[in-house]
């Protein structure tokens, strides 16, 4: 049994740092690197992808709207042709970066607000993702577990990783419990990773009811960007090695 | 004998129509694609590139300073890593774009203030050459002949193809005349045709003044935006044609 | 009587042109004057502005969604207290500009999406409108008749204008007719002019069943990208004048 | 005898904090705000114009170069129109951000490599300078003390306030010592206070080789993102103060 643990590195901007890069590079075995769109230049891009390389860890491309105030988080009412140009475009950037770095992009991840509309819209991902094998048919996708993106890569054929939150509660839809419910972030670390852990061993998501939705579990999103959640992720990772999971960067299953 | 026939495309942006890539390209070998950050959105370049791809034309990559009003006319004072990274992504979206399109991208041609600054730098022209070199150690990199990016090229040992301009008038120094002299822009296609092909078959820039200065011609850059462009275009064709040189994609020297 | 033509402006960005502004201020009392978030940037705004001050032409801000390339046409899902800033940081740079050229903003539009959007959720019109009036209470709001934009403007008291336009067909519900039905876009001139002078003069929208909706009439929207373009606008002129309808600049009613 | 103490403030962007506004707010009594090119965005703008409203420091426009990835801080090569339309574009935001907020524009102080290039180029920052007098005349401008700055203020008779920096050492010809020089930036608070107040009374620059130049010094520029930026600050207040010299906002000298 093995999962890979990843994290959105590569965030800043300019001269605006974001995130603790270094730090996560200590926890994770997958990066996701914004791709210039709503965070990440390609000086960051060029630092975040050395980094990886030189740690071993498996680099992603993690494309956006192009909406750098909004962060990528602002829905945009894009035509679907726009959205596979968009997809293209960054992941042809991050690649070209990758290479320079002296790695190569293993996986896509959605970021932010097209990683919502994707995760409820299996047409919508399935462009999305569509767009991103037309440049590299090997690419693994990573998708939000049981959601629309997962049944996307499925009715494509292509390889892939379902992923589930460290840190959020789930309903029992298997979608997130809205940030603005009490309980929907999991701040105790001491709750946090046995939580994983089980699920991992389970194969499956446990709700916030309890309730079990069997599902691939992959990989584990770790947020890297403030104190607890590098408590978080050391728990996640303590608890997985205490169950013997071995933590290994994405292989992609078909 | 034979000769590359080169011409800017992809330049619109969003609802901003540029250029009239349509027409060039029943006259081009190659086209240099904007990638984005002076010109071009990944619509644009998805259209360019499918377009290159079924008319045969070979694709290269253009990229320029991230300045869309100044349309990367302005220099801009960025650090050298900087610079290599700004290369480095656009190439790389560029290879996406066109892989995605059923291309790939075969030479590289530096945009507007910074194709100037790197024709007068061999130190720049080199830096981001090699930027280029790190992606695509294949790739032809398009210099314009005679100059320091001409030299840049020789010392990396990389693939290049020497550029003279069908519109231009020659300084005895082998740059082009300033365009507020008279007679720096030529508009007459009964002379711009056959001076070109002299140029060619005498392997040399000849000057305003009548001097030769020896040199590679491996292409000929075409201006479309204008209809006297495209007679221009016409007359350049017709007078290699007439010299039976070849017209022929860019194989790229070293 | 009196009614005032309004039509889209300085839209132009950068290297590329839009629009026939030139031939428009020809035809109309008021311009819509794009402020550099989906268009327009500071020296096309300078260059307008000055050119509507020396045609006697009403100016007004246009603001947008900050989407250059989808042309402030797609829907951003931007939050209220964003959304009222990006009005007032638009108006604000109108103003400015327009000082320098010696004029005033005089009234404001919302463009594309935003357009949209406002004109079917009141509590957003207000929202946007009031950040306006923030700025300049005596600002005339140029509404989109009939719809949720009015009744803001209403709600708000301020100095507001009824807009119609000159080439869309309506539905029974004030709407305008979707751009895909046929019919929905009117191209004979004959009927244009004929058809505005109609409305004008009895206060009312009549829609493509006939259904007349009574409502205020200020102002008139004419396009001015094409040629029948052109030909519409100076069928309206005609007509309204033949109608003894007195053209003139916005006065905004309360 | 009385002194200005200003800042740069608003240089958040988007998701991306910069400084530390509000511990500068407790020091300065003017605040430079950055407009939205260089950094800051709307909201950015409306929360810094608010908190310096509520605080009574006076509201600076804060004008840069469109660079956002390079700060502003990367010379361009902007044509002299459009370095005007640059600073009037800003400047009409900031008018229109400082009014909805409750305050009002009082000073320009021009930012980063548009900064420095004005203060070595007089010709230049009368141009930057006369774009914002024709949008308010009564604008006080602010300039580098001793340098191309002052002299176009002086050339054009506005309304300006020589500036000196609280922590940068001075060669002998009153410009800055360069940063990588040691000693350059003062890092000493105990130093810092103290030599600063000596030159405003003394109304004299002392350049590192202890050498006087005679000078209007109306404002200090305080530094405010780093710890030791805050005890620099808190010691050029308080060695002010000691000499009874009155820390207040600007008037503006002609």
């Known amino acids: 049994m093995r999962i890979d643990l990843n994290a959105d590195m590569g965030e800043s901007f300019g001269p605006w740092p974001m995130g603790a890069d270094d730090v996560l590079l200590g926890f994770v ?16 891009m060029a630092k975040a992808m050395g980094t990886a390389v030189r740690n071993g860890v498996g680099i992603g491309a993690h494309p956006g709207f192009p909406d750098l105030q909004g962060f990528g988080r602002r829905r945009m009412d894009v ?22 770095a002296g790695g190569q992009v293993r996986h896509l991840k959605l970021h932010g607000a097209l990683g919502n509309m994707t995760a409820e819209d299996e047409e919508l991902a399935r462009l999305c993702y569509d767009a991103a094998l037309s440049i590299d048919p090997d690419i693994i996708v990573m998708v939000i577990a049981a959601t629309a993106q997962e049944r996307a890569a499925r009715a494509l054929g ?27 972030v999991i701040h105790d670390p001491a709750i946090a990773g046995p939580r994983i852990a089980q699920m991992v061993k389970e194969r499956a998501i446990i709700t916030e009811n309890g309730k079990r939705i069997e599902t691939e579990i992959d990989t584990i999103c770790l947020h890297g960007d403030t104190a607890e959640a590098v408590e978080i992720a050391r728990s996640v990772r303590a608890a997985l090695e205490a169950e013997a999971i071995e933590i290994h960067t994405l292989d992609g299953r078909r």
Chains 1, 2, 3, 4 share one sequence.
């Open 29 to 44: 075995t997958s990066a996701n690197i914004a791709c210039g769109f709503h965070a990440g230049d390609p000086d960051v």
């Open 79 to 100: 035509p679907p042709a726009t959205l596979a140009n968009l997809v293209r475009y960054q992941l042809g950037a991050a690649q070209g970066m990758a290479k320079a």
């Open 158 to 184: 292509c390889a892939w990783a379902g992923e589930i939150f460290a840190d959020r509660a789930y309903n029992d839809d298997a979608t997130l419990v809205d940030r603005r419910h009490p309980g929907a």
